[in-house]
């Protein structure tokens, strides 16, 4: 798995933006695909993954509201999008994938952990005033 991130830029506040994650090599099935964002110098933290077989999402609670994974099998993509941007949400923003045949708990506590095995190189986001 070789992922991409995309849809990164400078967007103003208020504004919306969708992030897309793609392999052009292989397909998603069996994985679960997350989102995370790393702020100029802050930790690493989780938004919420998707898992592609049957399209269950989970969120970290303070990121529920305007945060929203998709996914089109057809793009064989998986989107984040970000409603109501704020100066806070500038981030280099990275997807990950697991294999997802562990279980949901097994799964969530991996997540939480920051502990998917494939990352992308990221992309910036950068929200203005």
């Known amino acids: 798995v070789q992922l991409v991130e995309s849809g990164g830029g400078l967007v103003q506040a208020g504004g919306s933006l969708r992030l897309a994650c793609e392999d052009p090599?292989?397909?998603?099935?069996?994985?679960?695909i997350g989102w995370f964002r790393q702020a100029p110098g802050k930790e690493r933290e989780g938004i919420g993954y998707?898992?592609?077989?049957?399209?269950?999402?989970y969120y970290i609670d303070s990121m529920k509201g305007r945060f929203t994974i998709s996914m089109d099998a057809a793009d064989k993509a998986v989107y984040l999008r970000i409603d109501n941007l704020k100066p806070e949400d500038t981030a280099v923003y990275y997807c990950?994938?697991?294999?997802?045949?562990?279980?949901?708990?097994?799964?969530?506590?991996?997540?939480?952990?920051?502990?998917?095995?494939?990352w992308g190189q990221g992309t910036q986001v950068t929200v203005s005033r």
């Open positions: 090599g292989v397909d998603f099935d069996d994985y679960a």
């Open positions: 998707i898992s592609w077989n049957d399209r269950y999402t």
């Open positions: 990950a994938a697991e294999p997802a045949n562990g279980g949901s708990s097994w799964l969530r506590s991996r997540f939480r952990r920051l502990d998917f095995r494939r």
